[in-house]
C-alpha cells in the first residue's frame, strides 16, 4: 500500500499519515496556524484543503451579511404591548370577524377592557380582508393566533404584538 510505503520510509514524524497528525494539521489550519505545519504535498490533499477554505470563506461570509442586517434593521416599534392598549391611543384602529370565537369570548368576557374593545371595534367580512386592512396600515385585525401566525410567517413587514389572551382549547367528542 502507498501510505504503508511513505510512513516507513520517512523518519519525519510530520510527513507520517496518522490520526493525530491529521488532526493536528486541521486544527491548525482552522486557526490560521499554516506555518507551523507542512501543507500537503499532493493535488488531492492541496485540493481538499482549498475546498475547506472556500467553505469557509462562505460560512463566515453569510455570518458577517447575517449579522450587519440584524444590526441595522429598524424593528417596528408600535408602542402596543397589550390589547387594552388599543383603547389608550387614537392612532390604530381595530377590527375583527363578528360571530367567531375571539369575539364572541371579547364580547362576552369579565373584563370590561374587553367588552368595551369589542363595542369600539370594526366589523370585518373574513379573516383574509382584516389581514389585508392590518397589511395597508394602521389597522390592529384581532382574530384567531393559529390563522395569524401562519400569515404572519407569509408576510414579513407585519407582526404580532403581546401575548396570547383568552386561551382556550379544542375538543372533540367521539362515540
Known amino acids: ?92 384602529q381595530w377590527g375583527t370577524v363578528f360571530s367567531t370565537n375571539p369575539e364572541i369570548l371579547m364580547r362576552n368576557s369579565l373584563k370590561l377592557s374587553y367588552q368595551e374593545i369589542i363595542q369600539r371595534a370594526i366589523p370585518v367580512e373574513n379573516a383574509k380582508m382584516g389581514f389585508e386592512m392590518a397589511r395597508e396600515g394602521k389597522f390592529a385585525f384581532i382574530y384567531e393566533s393559529p390563522f395569524l401566525e401562519y400569515n404572519l410567517k407569509l408576510s414579513c413587514e407585519m407582526t404580532k404584538i403581546g401575548e396570547k389572551f383568552n386561551k382556550f382549547g379544542l375538543a372533540f367528542g367521539m362515540q
Not at 520510509?9 to 491529521?22: A, E, F, R, T, V
Not at 482552522?30 to 469557509?56: D, K, N, Y
Open 1 to 92: 500500500c502507498m501510505v504503508d510505503r511513505i510512513e516507513r520510509g520517512s523518519k519525519n514524524i510530520l510527513d507520517q499519515l496518522s490520526l493525530y497528525n491529521s488532526s493536528w494539521f486541521v486544527t491548525a489550519a482552522l486557526l490560521s496556524q499554516s506555518p507551523v505545519e507542512p501543507g500537503p504535498h499532493c493535488a488531492s490533499g492541496r485540493f481538499l484543503v482549498m475546498a475547506w477554505w472556500f467553505f469557509m470563506m462562505i460560512v463566515l461570509a453569510m455570518y458577517t451579511a447575517n449579522l450587519a442586517a440584524f444590526l441595522t434593521v429598524n424593528r417596528l416599534q408600535v408602542g402596543l404591548q397589550t390589547v387594552e392598549d388599543l383603547l389608550r391611543q387614537s392612532e390604530y
